[in-house]
T-cell receptor, first 114, second 116 residues
């Protein structure tokens, strides 16, 4: 079963608005990562937040992590039509140094209308 | 930055045939590579962990005799789908974990497999 569950499943907004996506997970993690995937393409790594971090910024992206609630959120500010894509959270397991064995959430399909 | 390539990017094969997909780390060495499968409009599901020089570790429910994985060098892992069936049609994505302190994971662009 999927570790991560994301909501909303789909989000439709106008250009310039902010987009917030949420991710919940069930087990202990070493880190949580967010990826973007354009239709039929590979994954683009957006940001990684470690379990001992609470918030991280990268450009127009802001990620928060609440390990007590086992949840994370991705905020994209001032969205652009080019941000239209599917967004996935992925968790790396606790108890090891490898980031590799990721468990992906179901994803949020973001559509930004120009 | 680290680049992972996959070949082919798409392939169509007939039911019953075998298909090999390559995953290469182009500018770094990867002791560990991962293979994922993604069905349309679904998330990525980890199939197996490929370790250079040793047998792959398969996730529960993944048939190791059907999905053969070979990781013969630090820059190449291959996934062979044997006796492919239409239900094997999917998007297969590999990722490679770099050697070094960060051990970041880098994803390939994916291979679209269609079995007719």
């Amino acid at each position: 079963s999927q570790q991560g569950e994301e909501d909303p499943q789909a989000l439709s907004i106008q250009e310039g608005e902010n987009a917030t996506m949420n991710c919940s997970y069930k087990t202990s993690i070493n880190n949580l990562q967010w990826y973007r995937q354009n239709s039929g393409r590979g994954l683009v790594h957006l940001i990684l937040i470690r379990s001992n971090e609470r918030e991280k910024h990268s450009g127009r992206l802001r990620v928060t992590l609440d390990t007590s609630k086992k949840s994370s959120s991705l905020l994209i500010t001032a969205s652009r039509a080019a941000d239209t894509a599917s967004y996935f959270c992925a968790t790396g397991p606790a108890g090891g140094t490898s980031y590799g064995k990721l468990t992906f959430g179901q994803g949020t399909i973001l559509t930004v209308h120009p | 930055g680290a680049v992972v390539s996959q070949h082919p990017s798409w392939v169509i094969c007939k039911s019953g045939t075998s298909v090999k997909i390559e995953c290469r780390s182009l500018d770094f060495q990867a002791t560990t590579m991962f293979w994922y499968r993604q069905f349309p409009k679904q998330s990525l599901m980890l199939m197996a962990t490929s370790n250079e020089g040793s047998k792959a570790t398969y996730e529960q429910g993944v048939e190791k005799d059907k999905f053969l994985i070979n990781h013969a060098s630090l820059t190449l892992s291959t996934l062979t789908v044997t006796s492919a069936h239409p239900e094997d049609s999917s998007f297969y994505i590999c990722s490679a974990e770099g050697i070094g302190g960060g051990r970041e994971q880098y994803f390939g662009p994916g291979t679209r497999l269609t079995v007719t």
